[in-house]
T-cell receptor
Framework: GAVVSQHPSRVICKSGTSVKIECRSL??????MFWYRQFPKQSLMLMATSNEGSKATYEQGVEKDKFLINHASLTLSTLTVTSAHPEDSSFYIC???????????FGEGSWLTVV | QKEVEQNSGPLSVPEGAIASLNCTYSDRGSQSFFWYRQYSGKSPELIMS????GDKEDGRFTAQLNKASQYVSLLIRDSQPSDSATYLC?????????FGQGTRLTINP
């Protein structure tokens, strides 16, 4: 099956710094990538939808200047958490939809801890 | 009203019994429905998808969809301890996949 890789899988950063999470589709081209956030014991909440070559569409309540999303190619999207705070500590998951069909593939997720 | 609703549980089922998980959704135009299993600290994995009314069986899993009632369920037969996880119902809208809050299932040996 299709593989979606996220990196890093775990990261710890200091409060006030920025951290970048990469999402790569390894064996297919992803026209659309979705970024989710999951707090402990809660469900996945969609943060934004990004289409290759265009600006991301953010969900209500998600600060676009704080969570920068770049979908520069059909195989790579990045999420940058700027000026991170402890409340940004969460599990971040990207999902990808290929150029054909509607199947959505999940990345392994990235644990962010802000100290 | 939440777009996708599940009973958060926890749901405890003895080993070998049938586990029944339920989900309701609000968007009548939804066409695709999914059940994901998520182990603690891991990303969700797809276990079932269903697109039309009725039942769909895959091994020990059966998904049931009733679009008129806006209801989708998952049955797990012959439950095993390895089935202990959080089960997420997800509904595909026009563009995005919306998740329920998940039901925590524990299978007791």
């Amino acid at each position: 099956g299709a593989v979606v890789s996220q990196h890093p899988s775990r990261v710890i950063c200091k409060s006030g710094t920025s951290v970048k999470i990469e999402c790569r589709s390894l064996d297919f081209q992803a026209t659309t990538m979705f970024w989710y956030r999951q707090f402990p014991k809660q469900s996945l909440m969609l943060m934004a939808t990004s289409n290759e070559g265009s600006k991301a569409t953010y969900e209500q309540g998600v600060e676009k200047d704080k969570f920068l999303i770049n979908h520069a190619s059909l195989t790579l999207s990045t999420l940058t958490v700027t000026s991170a705070h402890p409340e940004d500590s969460s599990f971040y998951i990207c999902t990808c939809r290929g150029t054909t069909g509607n199947t959505i593939y999940f990345g392994e997720g990235s644990w962010l801890t802000v100290v | 009203q939440k777009e996708v609703e599940q009973n958060s549980g926890p749901l405890s089922v003895p080993e070998g019994a049938i586990a029944s998980l339920n989900c309701t959704y609000s968007d009548r135009g939804s066409q695709s429905f999914f059940w994901y299993r998520q182990y603690s600290g891991k990303s969700p994995e797809l276990i079932m998808s269903i697109y039309s009314n009725g039942d769909k069986e895959d091994g020990r899993f059966t998904a049931q969809l009733n679009k008129a009632s806006q209801y989708v369920s998952l049955l797990i037969r012959d439950s095993q301890p390895s089935d202990s996880a959080t089960y997420l119902c997800a509904v595909q809208g026009a563009q995005k996949l919306v998740f329920g809050q998940g039901t925590r299932l524990t299978i007791n040996p």
